[in-house]
């Protein structure tokens, strides 16, 4: 596409976004609960977030860079880069949060058959069903390729038993990417992956209060449930190619956390209005580490795309970013001092302050713990012996 | 522009990165420190980089020079500092050039540089920390000025053919391009603890004629010569860092302690992936700068204080983790990554340290 062509797209884009994104979809969200995210029975907190949604579905928009026969957009890196800078420049908000669009996308499109992609990757885009993801269990977390939930081969279709913890909105969601067991002979060649629906008969979930007042985390049970084979991606024991690519877009997503957000950064609107020298320093040093890895966020995305990154660079990028982001929390909240102790006032915008610093201490451990990452530089990055 | 290096910015880095290792590797350096070598770094050698046109490299080609810009000044010094080459292609054909470009300095200086006969040095410093303050006054004098001071720190000060030296004048700062034999100006050469010299410059009333100012009186070039200096330190940093990793990445396969690969270690798999880390996060931020800086962007300022306090800090972090990991080994004067130690050391100090840079963001920021 030519430079003209391109301008050309961002006007346009421009101008639909103008026209379309409704005022209050460019104010900052103030907390969880303003973010959007689809699914059958969908939460909203105010009827524009349903609106904006929709709008950008239809366009495919949700998904810009995926191919438009699956919902997606069809647009160019180019322009999906374009996309993002003026959603970007009006603060769009963004339109759908989605383990769907995150996660599970990204490997319908590389295993899937062509009808789980028709099934599944149009409604993904359009918010229709929400995803949660069946991963660790409770003993096999960092371990995860020790899983047990099993998977029996019954005909046509396998029974499910077992339990799943951590799963992200396991009680919001409509249907499950879950790892099972199809082969116990072998550990990580004895893993399938399958997707099926929360209603089935059997499934069951549970939340799990966490130390910050919130609950996305749910213990799920599965009782005989009934999976057709048919909701088997990729080959039967092969769900480990399948769970680890999924896992490099999942740290991708994870380590975007240490950016911080558009609109302004509490930490240093803090110190703006006053800190003491040494809290100071650190931030300040901090914020050499934030930009600097700002530009690593920037250099991995364009050496993926052009396919120079190591495939374990994910791993890095999950590292550090989530360690910085638990940093910056920590610095916001002495840079605040008291009123971000506030559980719920006007002072702590509502407690998303001390509930959002609570939330960060997770980072390190979901999706692969620090130390998992650090195990994966050191072995398949840096090539240190076992 | 992709945020990696194109295919001829990685062809250049390749050059460099063999004629550097091959004619100027760790053991040169250590030669030159064991003979007490009183120039500092190599003639010979300097001549061989312009022969390749790697002294050119930001010259412009109307001028002669390769035209190219600060990525690819960057990938040049980066191999230095992994081989820890003593050269004045830092202070010479980046800072010096970057100040004169486009003056009528060019024409008299670029042949002797390009030639690789010609050598600069940069007179910034007063004090033990960068710190912007300039006490040096220059006076208007006749139909010149009078320099009156004293500079520390200056690389190459005591061989140099060139100084360019930044003094107060009546309404700012100045930069005048100054001949190593003008009369009043005494040089100390000061051997650091990386067995470079750095000379103590004294001016007692040093007279220069009107056209020795590069650029306007007052307004000096200093933001341009110090983001190019501030740039090439940290690719140099990103060499060093780089180079002491490789070697200690290399040693924890080869060492065994317990009658195993002490790399088999988690404790020091971990800390050795962090390190990794840290330095590649620094050398997208050197990137990010030099890129910045050649598109001319305004936000190159920021991007070049992030890029040298982040260099400064991963590139200590992996001196210090080399010396620990390497173990008693390491403490020795025979082996190499000591020298790594000490040159990051002197780098980390030169046109800025990591907590010089954090505040001048703080300060950008509004904090």
Known sequence: MSDTDLETFRAETRAWLEANCPETMRTPMRGEKDATWGGRNPEFAHPDQKLWMDRMGERGWTVPDWPSAYGGGGLSPAETKILREEMARLKCRNPLNSFGISMLGPALLKYGTEEQKLEHLPRIARGEIRWCQGYSEPNAGSDLAGLQASADDAGDHYIVNGQKVWTSYADKADWIFCLVRTDKSSKQGGISFVLFDMASEGVSTRPILLISGNSPFCETFFDNVKVPKANRVHDENKGWDVAKYLLGHEREMISGMGLGGPAGDPMIDAARKGVDPILRGQIALFQVRSQAFKAMSERFIDELKAGRAHPAQPSMMKYYGTELNKTRHELTMAAGGSDTLEWDSEASNHGAAPRAWLRTKANSIEGGTSEIQLNIIAKRILDLPS | ?367
């Not at chain 2, 010479?92 to 003056?103: H, P, Q």
């Not at chain 2, 180079?243 to 060492?255: I, N, P, Q, S």
């Open chain 2, 1 to 367: 522009m992709p945020l990696y290096l194109t295919d001829e910015q990685t062809m250049l880095r390749d050059t460099a990165r063999d004629f550097v290792a091959e004619h100027a590797p760790v053991s040169h350096m250590r030669r030159l420190r064991d003979a007490n070598d009183a120039t500092g770094f190599s003639r010979d050698l300097w001549k061989q980089f312009a022969e390749l046109g790697l002294t050119g490299i930001l010259i412009p080609e109307a001028d002669n020079g390769l035209g190219l810009g600060h990525v690819e000044a960057g990938v040049v010094i980066e191999e230095i500092g992994r081989n820890l080459s003593p050269s004045p292609f830092l202070t010479t054909a980046v800072a010096a050039v970057e100040a004169l470009k486009g003056t009528p300095h060019a024409a008299r200086w670029f042949p002797g540089i390009l030639a690789g006969e010609t050598v600069a040095a940069l007179a910034i410093d007063e004090r033990a920390k960068h710190d912007g303050c300039i006490e040096m006054k220059a006076e208007r004098s006749g139909n010149g000025f009078r320099l009156t001071g004293a500079k520390q720190f200056v690389a190459h000060g005591h061989v140099a053919d060139l100084l360019l030296v930044a003094a107060t004048t009546e309404h700012g700062t100045t930069l005048f391009a100054v001949p190593t034999d003008a009369n009043g100006l005494t040089a100390d050469p000061q051997r650091l603890a990386d067995a470079s010299l750095a000379a103590r410059l004294t001016f007692d009333g040093v007279e220069v004629d009107a056209d020795a100012v590069v650029g306007e009186v007052d307004q000096a070039p200093l933001a341009r010569l110090l983001a190019a200096g501030r740039t090439g330190a940290s690719a140099e940093l990103l060499g060093v860092g780089g180079g002491a990793m490789d070697m200690t990445v290399t040693y924890l396969k080869e060492r065994k302690q317990f009658g195993q690969l002490i790399g088999s270690f988690q404790a020091l798999q971990h800390r050795a992936a962090h390190l990794y880390s840290e330095m590649e996060v620094a050398r997208a931020a050197v990137l990010k700068a030099q890129q910045l800086l050649d598109a001319g962007d305004e936000r190159a300022a920021d991007a070049v204080s992030v890029a040298k306090a982040m260099t400064s800090l991963a590139t200590t972090l992996s001196v210090q983790e080399g010396i620990q990991m390497h173990g008693g080994i390491g403490m020795t004067d025979e082996y190499d990554i000591g020298f790594y130690m000490k040159r990051a050391r002197v780098l980390a100090e030169l046109f800025g340290d990591a907590n010089f840079h954090a505040d001048a963001l703080a300060q950008a920021a509004g904090y």
